[in-house]
């Protein structure tokens, strides 16, 4: 099919641009700033791509690649508006940059447009527009909402004590050097009813049409997770906004508009500052969004690292797969022994940072490349984009599209996230699905037994002549 053809010529085109960008390295023709400006070039080039190829944004494909364009790519474009003078010096976490050698960083470069183009790959290849219609799943829908009502002042009440407590405990890094005593703040029940609340809200915003019940959703969500914003949780927060943006346009659709993208940047930059000047009460530096996509492009050192100190941390790096998954369920203990990749880096570059809660996060091309170099960091990638065209083809039936729903925040979140991240996300929502599953059905079963009920009483019951009268 010439779609087909068009689509193997594009990856192969790309493919053979990255050899041509290595080899150029590797014979000394190509220095590290032009490595710098190719890869930011090829990232925004192969984000407007996606939107272009996949119907204006209708595939989570085009969503990943545009948060890896702002994580991973970030201090690139950053370097080419002239506000980051040294892209490629690890600045995170450390009190003076450390400059690596030109091998990590042309390395790290390379395996970042090497990711996006084998992500992009599957999604690519016979691709076709999706949208789903929500049929007889909507008899559902008058169960989740008496769930969500019951359960939402939970929701909301666990997201307050939580809030409250890292208020009065020294800010967001409570979350961090105290996480047990944030979460028994809350008590295991509360938590579990949140839970619950979080993927009745979800599934009812999946299978609802009717736009004035999706607006009082929304309302819901938004009183519950402006909390988390509060709280510190700004990526947590954008990533769900993004997902739920991306599942009103799988039911009508709807393309993404690029000029709607670039005033929810712009939006987002702006509340994000205003928000962390809040939360840490400090005056607040207002950045352009420019510069803002630039400070979140710090996740690019993250990714160095792995690179430049493979030699002291490969021998973890299958642990921090398991840890990242694990640890994405269970609560971590308070001494993890080279379990997690970013505790790992934040104790090597800064001890006194790390013991004050702060963190570098992690990403999936460093895990990837730590459990096994540039040969994993390929093969990861095509089960992303194998998982993410999955996701798109799913997305046409109902469960399809809950399990979208369910994981996309943190499947396009993966760029600063644990790479089985999403399959612990996946955990968690099946946890919280079974009690919404089984309150349905009882809901159900309960509705039909007073529907038949109603009904013989309104039918009545005519009295009978008594056999034995008088004559």
């Known amino acids: 099919m010439p779609g087909d053809t068009s689509a193997l010529f594009e990856i192969g085109g790309a493919l053979a641009a990255i050899s041509l960008a290595a080899f150029l390295v590797l014979t000394g023709v190509l220095g590290e700033t032009g490595c710098v400006l190719l890869t930011a070039g090829f990232l925004t080039a192969l984000v407007f791509l996606a939107w272009k190829r996949f119907d204006s944004g209708r595939h989570p494909c085009f969503l990943f690649l545009g948060m890896l364009l702002v994580f991973q790519g970030g201090r690139l474009l950053g370097y080419i508006a002239g506000l980051t003078r040294h892209p490629m010096d690890i600045a995170v976490a450390v009190l003076s940059p450390i400059e690596v050698s030109r091998e990590a960083a042309e390395v790290t470069l390379l395996i970042v447009a090497l990711s996006a183009v084998l992500v992009y790959a599957p999604c690519r290849v016979n691709y076709r527009p999706a949208i789903f219609r929500a049929g007889s799943e909507m008899r559902w829908l008058p169960a989740l909402y008496v769930l969500v009502l019951l359960t939402f002042p939970f929701a909301f009440y666990k997201n307050w004590l939580y809030y409250s407590f890292i208020r009065a405990h020294g800010g967001y890094l409570a979350v961090y050097t105290d996480n047990a005593a944030v979460l028994q703040s809350a008590g295991f029940l509360v938590r579990s009813v949140a839970l619950v609340n979080s993927t009745a809200l979800l599934m009812a915003y999946v299978f609802e049409r009717r736009p004035k019940r999706i607006a009082v959703l929304l309302v819901l969500y938004f009183a519950v997770s402006t909390l988390n914003l509060l709280i510190g949780f700004r990526g947590e927060f954008f990533s769900e906004v993004l997902a739920l943006w991306f599942l009103h346009k799988l039911k009508t659709g709807k393309r993404f508009n690029l000029g709607a993208i670039l005033t929810v940047v712009v939006a987002t930059s702006i509340v994000a500052v205003a928000v962390a000047g809040f939360r ?47 640890f994405g369920i269970a609560r971590p203990p308070l001494v993890l022994n080279h379990q997690l990749w970013t505790n790992d880096l934040t104790l090597y570059l800064n001890p006194v940072a790390e013991r004050l809660g702060y963190g570098t996060a992690s990403t999936y091309l460093a895990e990837l490349y730590l459990a096994g170099g540039v040969t994993v960091v390929a093969l990861g990638s095509l089960f992303v984009g194998f998982l993410l065209r999955w996701l798109h083809e799913a997305s046409r039936s109902a469960r399809g599209a809950v399990v979208l729903a369910f994981i996309l925040p943190s499947v396009i979140y993966l760029p600063r996230l644990e790479y089985f991240g999403p ?22 079963w309960g509705a039909e037994l007073a529907h038949a009920a109603l009904a013989g009483i309104r039918r009545g019951t005519p009295p009978r002549a008594d056999a034995g009268g008088p004559a």
């Open 423 to 444: 399959e612990a996300a996946l955990v968690r929502a099946l946890v919280g699905l079974a009690p919404v599953v089984l309150f349905v059905v009882v809901y159900e």
């Open 280 to 326: 840490e009460e400090q005056g607040v530096k207002l950045l352009s969004p420019l510069g803002f996509v630039a400070q979140q492009g710090v996740s690019l050192n993250v990714t160095e690292a792995a690179v430049a100190f493979r030699s002291t941390f490969g021998r973890f790096g299958l642990r921090y797969l398991w840890g990242g998954f694990y």
